[in-house]
């Protein structure tokens, strides 16, 4: 495609004659990522002095009442950077901001920063080695001091701090220094050519002068970590962990006549479907997160006509994750250890048999319907990432005859053993009406397969916690098998892939902090990854990723089961930017009510 081409096609953007998302997709399929379509857009369009931004409708701060917002996981703490689950971190955002977020289409767009780092506006550095941020200008922290670079480059200092055990460590790899120009402008130098330079932009930034006391081991102690002081449109009232978070109306916000509402509450508790219904039918709630409900009940909900379902389409997959680990026994005073080996799963032929036994098409069609698509694949969307190897089967026999071929023998009561070692797995995951349902098809699938699986349910504020005591977390592990969604910000796989590198690996040296729940790594995956880093040409970019997902899937330990759209009711009154590619808040300054 020659320039004068793409100039015609973003002049029928500015237009209006061409969707955004159209030209993004025209240039994902010449193999350009969604980062750089949009800012080649972004280039054009501000040399030739337009805007393709959304208008903002309302036309003053404030006068909209309260905003109530339902998260059925309730927040339990609201520092990002020790929010490993999905309800912690959009429990963050309304007070805590990014230098950029992720819009509809996948495309970058500014919060913190001044612009998007561009090759025309000297943003990116022409060797891939350092990117420049330039920030806002008089944007302050809701206690009134300046946000600076020194804010920026203390983020990277406090997650990158070894003591520290922070979450957010990995939106740092790669990243040599965060270095201040001046008070308004950031370098970020890599340590290697990348073509992921935005992989830190979306991290909510801490303020340094709040947070440089309490660095490293004292990270855990900051009286901040539960009364955040941020930039964003609210400002902090209340917090009681896992029910409630309240906050009000920012004066000094830096994006004009924002935000509309003068309050908001985020109420935590219940379950998806009374979330759904509260915002569907009684209309007690103007919004409710993350619903995972089965469709047909959600179609019976929407016709009451006070609200809607949102489907913000996304490459995040519903996954089943085998444990390499063995959780039930203790390796230097840690259960899980590295160190140790799973009796069944060490076994490729167990592994490959329990991807057999996984019924898609049903799990699709009875259970997620308009929600989900069934996927044998850990990464999906865009479509240049999607592999072809990687094929969906469901087949008991095929799955019985593997596992006699290895030796494991039904005993008396069906259940299959070898070397005195029993077929009896516990299966846990969050307490949600489509995941059990979801369990329940694969318990019965795995009986018929000489596999005894105990289901094991925890209450979503727990599993997805960042409690370092508590043993039913996600991140322990302390279980045979276990079932959550893999999402990711922004259309690129980068974050998606990095949690099954050697170095991510979750473990109590790093308070089980890290995205590598189920433990398993190899050196030819740690390998592929590191080249993506460093790859510049797109399509061997994707090729690597291609070769990642292959990896981790014919290894067995990751079982993707189906590719869900990011499901949300709204009441009909409430205009809500929202993305399949990042947090439901990320927008959440864009919100008015019709």
Same mark, same amino acid.
């Given at each position: 495609?020659?320039?004068?081409?793409?100039?015609?096609?973003?002049?029928?953007?500015?237009? +209006?004659?061409?969707?955004?998302?159209?030209?993004? *997709? @025209?240039?994902? =399929?010449? %193999?350009?990522? &969604? #980062?750089?379509?949009? $800012?080649?857009?972004?280039?054009?369009?501000?040399?030739?002095?337009?805007?393709?931004?959304?208008?903002?409708?309302?036309?003053?701060?404030?006068?909209?009442?309260?905003?109530?917002?339902?998260?059925?996981?309730?927040?339990?703490?609201?520092?990002?950077?020790?929010?490993?689950?999905?309800?912690?971190?959009? +429990?963050?955002?309304?007070?805590?901001?990014?230098? *950029? @977020?992720?819009? =509809?289409? %996948?495309?970058? &767009? #500014?919060?913190?920063? $001044?612009?998007?780092?561009?090759?025309?506006?000297?943003?990116?550095?022409?060797?891939?080695?350092?990117?420049?941020?330039?920030?806002?200008?008089?944007?302050?922290?809701?206690?009134?001091?300046?946000?600076?670079?020194?804010?920026?480059?203390?983020?990277?200092?406090?997650?990158?701090?070894?003591?520290?055990?922070?979450?957010?460590?990995?939106?740092?790899?790669?990243? @040599?220094?965060?270095?201040?120009?001046?008070?308004?402008?950031?370098?970020?130098?890599?340590?290697?050519?990348?073509?992921?330079?935005?992989?830190?932009?979306?991290?909510?930034?801490?303020?340094?002068?709040?947070?440089?006391?309490?660095?490293?081991?004292?990270?855990?102690?900051?009286?901040?970590?539960?009364?955040?002081?941020?930039?964003?449109?609210?400002?902090?009232?209340?917090?009681?962990?896992?029910?409630?978070?309240?906050?009000?109306?920012?004066?000094?916000?830096?994006?004009?006549?924002?935000?509309?509402?003068?309050?908001?509450?985020?109420?935590?508790?219940?379950?998806?479907?009374?979330?759904?219904?509260?915002?569907?039918?009684?209309?007690?709630?103007?919004?409710?997160?993350?619903?995972?409900?089965?469709?047909?009940?959600?179609?019976?909900?929407?016709?009451?006509?006070?609200?809607?379902?949102?489907?913000?389409?996304?490459?995040?997959?519903?996954?089943?994750?085998?444990?390499?680990?063995?959780?039930?026994?203790?390796?230097?005073?840690?259960?899980?250890?590295?160190?140790?080996?799973?009796?069944?799963?060490?076994?490729?032929?167990?592994?490959?048999?329990?991807?057999?036994?996984?019924?898609?098409?049903?799990?699709?069609?009875?259970?997620?319907?308009?929600?989900?698509?069934?996927?044998?694949?850990?990464?999906?969307?865009?479509?240049?990432?999607?592999?072809?190897?990687?094929?969906?089967?469901?087949?008991?026999?095929?799955?019985?005859?593997?596992?006699?071929?290895?030796?494991?023998?039904?005993?008396?009561?069906?259940?299959?053993?070898?070397?005195?070692?029993?077929?009896?797995?516990?299966?846990?995951?969050?307490?949600?009406?489509?995941?059990?349902?979801?369990?329940?098809?694969?318990?019965?699938?795995?009986?018929?397969?000489?596999?005894?699986?105990?289901?094991?349910?925890?209450?979503?504020?727990?599993?997805?916690?960042?409690?370092?005591?508590?043993?039913?977390?996600?991140?322990?592990?302390?279980?045979?098998?276990?079932?959550?969604?893999?999402?990711?910000?922004?259309?690129?796989?980068?974050?998606?892939?990095?949690?099954?590198?050697?170095?991510?690996?979750?473990?109590?040296?790093?308070?089980?902090?890290?995205?590598?729940?189920?433990?398993?790594?190899?050196?030819?995956?740690?390998?592929?990854?590191?080249?993506?880093?460093?790859?510049?040409?797109?399509?061997?970019?994707?090729?690597?990723?291609?070769?990642?997902?292959?990896?981790?899937?014919?290894?067995?330990?990751?079982?993707?089961?189906?590719?869900?759209?990011?499901?949300?009711?709204?009441?009909?009154?409430?205009?809500?930017?929202?993305?399949?590619?990042?947090?439901?808040?990320?927008?959440?300054?864009?919100?008015?009510?019709?």
């Amino acid at each position: 495609m020659n320039e004068t081409t793409l100039r015609d096609l973003v002049d029928q953007v500015r237009d +209006g004659k061409l969707a955004r998302r159209d030209f993004i *997709a @025209r240039m994902v =399929a010449l %193999g350009v990522g &969604v #980062p750089l379509a949009s $800012a080649m857009l972004a280039d054009v369009a501000v040399a030739q002095g337009s805007s393709i931004e959304a208008p903002y409708k309302p036309t003053k701060r404030g006068g909209g009442g309260p905003l109530r917002l339902l998260l059925w996981q309730g927040p339990t703490l609201l520092n990002p950077h020790f929010a490993t689950g999905t309800k912690d971190q959009e +429990g963050s955002r309304p007070f805590y901001e990014s230098l *950029a @977020r992720y819009d =509809a289409d %996948g495309a970058l &767009v #500014p919060v913190l920063a $001044a612009e998007i780092p561009t090759r025309a506006n000297g943003g990116i550095a022409a060797d891939g080695l350092s990117t420049t941020w330039k920030l806002k200008q008089n944007v302050q922290w809701h206690d009134g001091q300046p946000f600076t670079a020194d804010d920026v480059v203390f983020n990277w200092q406090y997650a990158t701090d070894p003591a520290g055990g922070a979450f957010s460590v990995g939106f740092y790899a790669n990243v @040599r220094s965060v270095e201040k120009i001046d008070v308004h402008t950031v370098r970020i130098n890599f340590l290697k050519p990348t073509p992921i330079w935005d992989r830190s932009c979306n991290l909510w930034l801490i303020p340094k002068h709040l947070f440089s006391g309490y660095v490293g081991a004292k990270s855990r102690e900051a009286p901040a970590n539960q009364k955040p002081v941020g930039t964003g449109p609210y400002r902090f009232v209340a917090f009681t962990p896992g029910d409630l978070v309240r906050g009000e109306l920012n004066p000094n916000y830096h994006l004009p006549n924002r935000p509309f509402f003068d309050t908001i509450e985020m109420k935590g508790g219940g379950d998806a479907t009374s979330a759904a219904r509260a915002v569907l039918q009684t209309g007690e709630f103007d919004y409710a997160w993350n619903i995972q409900v089965e469709d047909n009940v959600l179609k019976t909900m929407e016709a009451s006509g006070k609200g809607r379902v949102v489907f913000k389409p996304s490459g995040n997959p519903e996954s089943i994750f085998l444990n390499a680990a063995d959780p039930w026994a203790e390796v230097d005073g840690e259960r899980a250890s590295v160190k140790s080996k799973h009796f069944a799963f060490s076994d490729p032929a167990v592994r490959k048999a329990f991807g057999l036994l996984i019924d898609r098409k049903s799990i699709e069609d009875f259970v997620y319907g308009r929600a989900a698509a069934a996927t044998a694949n850990a990464l999906n969307n865009p479509a240049q990432y999607n592999s072809k190897a990687i094929v969906a089967e469901f087949n008991v026999d095929k799955a019985n005859a593997l596992l006699d071929a290895a030796g494991w023998k039904r005993g008396a009561d069906g259940v299959r053993a070898k070397d005195g070692k029993r077929l009896k797995l516990v299966f846990q995951t969050s307490i949600n009406s489509v995941r059990q349902k979801v369990q329940a098809i694969v318990k019965q699938a795995c009986s018929k397969a000489g596999i005894e699986i105990e289901l094991k349910t925890v209450q979503a504020s727990v599993f997805f916690s960042s409690d370092l005591t508590n043993p039913d977390t996600y991140g322990k592990f302390f279980s045979d098998i276990e079932m959550f969604l893999n999402s990711r910000a922004g259309t690129d796989p980068d974050r998606t892939m990095q949690q099954w590198v050697s170095w991510e690996i979750c473990q109590k040296s790093n308070g089980w902090q890290l995205a590598n729940k189920c433990r398993w790594s190899s050196p030819e995956y740690d390998k592929a990854f590191r080249a993506s880093e460093n790859e510049l040409d797109p399509v061997k970019r994707a090729a690597l990723f291609i070769q990642m997902n292959d990896m981790a899937c014919n290894a067995g330990y990751v079982v993707p089961v189906a590719v869900r759209a990011q499901v949300t009711a709204l009441s009909k009154s409430i205009s809500a930017p929202l993305t399949g590619w990042d947090l439901d808040m990320s927008g959440i300054h864009d919100w008015f009510r019709t």
